[in-house]
């Protein structure tokens, strides 16, 4: 379990397919400190540290995870969300998140502001009573507060320290990126229908 609180920004060092799935290697000011089986968010995607080299740690996604992640799409270079699971001694200073993505959303606009970052994701309308007006949402793994909804797209704001100290930074038209719908509200939702 996280918190969509990102301790870290890494960067894949390589993405190499093997059979059905795809291994990365990620470089991060954290990798020294991560243990092998340890479970770790991978910009919003739970995925367990198979090695430690140094500062780098390798992962594997099987193709299950691919298909509804944006795995795919990592190329060396590219920056990414990581977390370490929330100790149960610490606090929430996000919202429940599993790292298990429900699906992926394509960013359709992004906007400077006085100070701030505003962006727009469109989404599969099939999940659109699963987001809510000032509801929480894991984008690639940060805990963002959504406003704006519509069927099929949200915006979220963005300060300075989270862009600064995310992945969000490098987000532009057209890029895609992970969604975990918040947890409570899948529930609720299951339990109505």
Known sequence: ??????????????????????????????????????????????????????DTHRVTAIEETRQKTTLDTWQPGDLINIERCMPLNGRLDGHLVQGHVDTTARCIERRELDGSWQFRFKFPKKFSHLVIEKGSIALNGTSLTVF??????????????????????????????????????????????
């Not at 060092?13 to 059979?19: F, P």
């Not at 089986?37 to 910009?43: P, T």
């Open 148 to 193: 704006h909804v519509k069927k099929d797209r949200f915006d979220v704001a963005i300060i300075p320290y989270t862009f600064a100290h995310t992945s969000i930074q490098t987000v532009q038209p057209g890029h895609p990126v992970n969604l975990e719908f918040d947890l409570i509200g899948k529930y609720v939702s299951r339990m109505i229908k």
């Open 1 to 54: 379990m996280f918190t969509g609180i990102i301790e870290s920004i890494g960067t894949v060092i390589s993405a190499d397919l093997i059979g059905t799935n795809r291994t990365f290697w990620i470089r991060s000011s954290l990798s020294a400190e991560l243990k092998p089986d340890q479970s770790v968010s991978h910009n919003g995607v739970c995925l367990t540290v198979e090695e430690v080299r140094g």
